[in-house]
């Protein structure tokens, strides 16, 4: 049973999916095309950034999708556990 804003939400989540591979396939190019250690490492840090940003858009997303159907206790919850998600992979 589908509810409303449901299929834009997936929509918006499959497009931010989809960009993010494309940033990752460019950077993947990139890499390549520089050929040395430590340029690489750079383009990589900078995917280090965008991935938690990623995470964070398509959880809003589906969060937004879901805010008519699940409990606001329930929306915090999954809230909290991105945020569980994003402290945990800080260096």
Do not use: Q
């Amino acid at each position: 049973m589908t509810y409303p804003g449901e299929e834009a939400a997936v929509r918006g989540m499959a497009l931010v999916r989809f960009i993010s591979a494309s940033i990752e396939f460019t950077a993947a190019m990139l890499i390549l095309r520089l050929g040395r250690v430590e340029p690489a490492l750079r383009v990589n840090a900078v995917l280090g950034l965008i991935g938690p940003t990623i995470l964070v858009l398509v959880t809003g997303l589906g969060i937004v999708g879901l805010a008519g159907k699940v409990s606001p206790g329930k929306l915090s919850l999954i809230f909290f556990g991105v945020l569980l998600i994003l402290a945990g992979t800080v260096r």
